[in-house]
């Protein structure tokens, strides 16, 4: 064991344990560039533990027809950067935000970003990442056309800036409020600007984006006085623009509205840096000066920078990890993406806006949104609440401050900055609430919770519920993917029940309990799939059990994919599907199976194969883990290390899908620990295998849980034994109550695999 990681061990959480504090810590092993260049869809750029900013570099901000492969807005194999914007979505399939977008500028400056394949036709820059440094809370580059090192840090609500310019060019700021990150014509619906008689620079911009009508409100400083200045409303074709206000020339105003705004602030030549701070607020330009005012106190970048990093190791100290560099890197790296999201979305003073558009204070809590409840509920969520319960109980709150606030009475499902998108199926805030509660967090109202969570389950104009309830299904004919809103509302109804139960409310855990069973409506025993029905109970046809796209019988998957959901019954599966034997040969075929990728060509979610075992989209995540149920645990074994070693890297393209919002990084942090929630809220977790040596889980109770793997390395894969706190662990599983009382498990590796 390493001194480092006996030292953790040895001292309580706390302030006893100083080891986040240090200049190196847990965060100097992360690189946010991971995910950065492939599917990940991670964004490198400066923030701070689910903080509202993300000032980070976009490379493009192409039309939504192509806007895929930047819903982070950066490309790691882009040459150039069109500017820093201050709000983004780490690892989301799906995209918007980008929002106040600057570029600083030295010499001429030009108004239209231009194309990236001809150098110096618009107001990008070209770069090279040897100049780029990229740290949790900082992120630098070197804009090669302009010859300007551009900084940024961050806050919980304001993001810096230091630009040094060269020495004899005059330097100006870009301001661009016209850009999105999946842009397309008529996207941003009203902008206004306005120049302060302090400086400060406020402004407002509605789009028609993911989230239709978002509003988000910015006030921007700058630490030197403006030299001139220039406000533009680029708008063309429109029929009717109102009279022209005060001013003969965009040099002669303070304040543009429109659709298509601009602004250029000069400030000649400088002798130092220039520093910008923004502000953002989901409410109004008050509250964004407001939030300015109270966290954006001063012009010491390197200060603020030292805060963020403090903020980074306190948060990733909560697990002390030993092994190679590499092994590192990619560990805090994970735990760094498991941490960006949800992202506070409520201003200094508690305002909030919800999903009825409406603004709303929070009374003793911090609102957050971002919510990718489809993804997160897998394992981010767990996570959550065995790490950071106290996140998590602010996060719940969140959801029923969310759902008593919504039009039509439901809890979150794909929401961020407090406003609804209907994106993806099911009601999985149902489980991210269940899970939560019963893995002992608490600090939220337990009675109004299950009440937000029946009223999800039981909403007569969701998903069509109406028909599930009435039929126990989704029928077809009636609703689009229908074969896995089944599934997916039936395992919703099992963590429900189980929440109910364990609050003794009898008579609706019942009720949920019976509808938990709906998967067996969707059991076709001639074919072995699970499928979708029609009004009139016959499954739909015809049946191509390969066949994915969007819209179909499935959400983002194929028949293969979705046989396997039934995480809340998997005994039951094994039963319905012949026994033990029948069951492991079935999952070998859908590993082993020579799949064309081309296959998905047209549903872009679905990567990372490995047969039809689809890792880059999350109905596959608990699939290997369940070899252990048919009593067949070196196979998990052998199907995790496969995974591992084909879907993660430490390279810019080093996650194969999505990370969505944390759910892909939080499957390799429990994997790597040895153990993972196949069905969350059950307080259960399964044993796979470790793939690092030690770790040592330091939680909010005081306690340390440890993880020690004797004999890992490429030649010892297999697992020979398990202990907990000495004792032999026959059990294939691990309950939350065992890693809550501290404590050590311990794995012995050999080279065979070791079958019964």
């Avoid at 409100?217 to 409303?233: D, E, K, Q, V």
């Avoid at 059990?545 to 194929?558: H, K, L």
Wanted: with cysteine.
């Amino acid at each position: 064991m390493s001194a480092t990681l006996a030292l953790a061990i040895a001292l309580p959480p706390g302030p006893a344990h100083a080891a986040g504090d240090t200049a190196g810590g847990p965060a100097a092993m992360v690189d946010p560039r991971i995910g950065t260049g492939g599917p990940g869809h991670t964004f490198p750029g400066a923030t701070v533990p689910f903080g509202m900013i993300q000032p980070s570099p976009d490379t493009a901000m192409p039309e939504f027809h192509h806007a895929y492969g930047w819903a982070g807005g950066y490309q790691y194999n882009d040459p150039t950067i069109m500017g820093f914007s201050h709000t983004h979505f780490s690892g989301a399939g799906h995209s918007d935000l980008g929002d106040v977008l600057l570029m600083p500028i030295s010499g001429d400056v030009r108004m239209e970003p231009g194309d990236p394949a001809k150098p110096q036709s618009g107001y990008r820059s070209r770069f090279s990442h040897a100049t780029e440094v990229e740290h949790p809370g900082y992120y630098a580059v070197t804009l090669d056309d302009y010859a300007v090192r551009a900084e940024l840090t961050a806050g919980l609500r304001v993001g810096w800036h230091r630009y040094t310019f060269p020495a004899g060019k005059p330097a100006h700021v870009l301001l661009d409020l016209r850009p999105s990150i999946y842009d397309y014509p008529g996207k941003v619906l009203w902008t206004r600007l306005r120049v302060r008689e302090d400086g400060t620079v406020t402004g407002c911009r509605t789009t028609r984006g993911w989230a239709p009508g978002r509003t988000l409100c910015f006030a921007m400083r700058f630490s030197r006085p403006m030299t001139g200045r220039a406000l533009y409303n680029r708008e063309t074709n429109v029929p009717y623009r109102g009279f022209r206000g005060p001013g003969n020339a965009p040099v002669d105003q303070n304040v543009q509205n429109g659709r298509a705004v601009q602004a250029v602030f000069d400030f000649g030549t400088l002798d130092r840096p220039l520093g910008v701070k923004v502000a953002i607020s989901p409410v109004s330009e008050t509250n964004a000066i407001a939030n300015l005012d109270q966290e954006g106190r001063g012009w010491d970048f390197d200060a603020r920078r030292a805060e963020a990093t403090t903020m980074w190791n306190r948060t990733l100290s909560v697990i002390d990890v030993a092994g190679t560099p590499d092994q590192r890197t990619q560990f805090y790296t994970a735990l760094y993406h498991a941490m960006l999201a949800p992202t506070l979305s409520m201003d200094a003073n508690g305002e909030y806006r919800g999903p009825d558009q409406d603004i709303h204070k929070a009374q003793g809590f911090g609102f957050y949104s971002t919510w990718s409840t489809w993804d997160v509920y897998r394992a981010q969520q767990p996570l959550m609440a065995l790490l950071r319960p106290d996140m998590s109980t602010q996060l719940v709150r969140s959801l029923i401050a969310a759902q008593q606030a919504s039009p039509v009475g439901v809890l979150p499902v794909w929401s961020y900055q407090g406003l609804e998108t209907w994106c993806m199926t099911g009601y999985h805030a149902v489980p991210i609430i269940a899970d939560a509660y019963l893995a002992g967090v608490r600090g939220f109202d337990a009675d109004a919770a299950l009440n937000a969570m029946v009223a999800s389950a039981t909403s007569p104009v969701y998903g069509d519920l109406t028909d599930y309830i009435r039929l126990g299904y989704v029928p077809i004919d009636k609703e689009a993917e229908a074969g896995s809103k089944t599934l997916e509302y039936a395992y919703d109804d099992w963590s429900l029940a189980r929440m109910a139960r364990a609050m003794g409310r009898t008579r609706i855990a019942e009720q949920f309990e019976k509808r938990a069973g709906n998967w067996r409506n969707e059991w076709d025993p001639q074919t072995g799939f699970m499928r979708a029905r029609l009004s009139t109970g016959q499954f739909h046809t015809p049946f191509d059990p390969t066949a994915a796209a969007y819209g179909s019988d499935y959400t983002e998957g194929s028949a293969w994919q979705y046989l396997w959901f039934v995480p809340q019954d998997v005994p039951g599966l094994i039963e319905a599907m012949g026994g033990d034997a029948p069951f492991i040969a079935r999952l070998d075929t859908l590993f082993d199976t020579r799949v064309d990728p081309a296959q998905f060509k047209n549903v872009e979610d679905i990567s990372g194969l490995i047969g039809w075992y689809a890792h880059g989209n999350e109905p596959s995540h608990h699939i290997a883990y369940l070899y252990d149920y048919a009593g067949a645990p070196w196979k998990t074994q052998q199907r995790l290390k496969q995974i591992m070693d084909s879907q993660y890297s430490g390279r810019p393209d080093g996650l194969a899908g999505n990370d969505d919002l944390g759910q892909t990084s939080a499957w390799y942090l429990f994997t790597a620990l040895g153990f993972y929630p196949v069905a969350p809220g059950s307080n259960d977790y399964t044993i796979g295998r470790p793939f690092v040596p030690r770790a040592a889980i330091h939680l909010p109770n005081g306690r340390t849980f440890a993880m020690v793997a004797d004999h890992l390395d490429a030649a010892h894969p297999y697992v020979a034994a398990v202990t907990l706190n000495g004792k032999p662990q026959d059990l294939l599983h691990l309950r939350q109550q065992d890693i809550l009382n501290g404590g050590e498990l311990r794995f012995v590796m050999q080279a065979e695999p070791k079958r019964p």
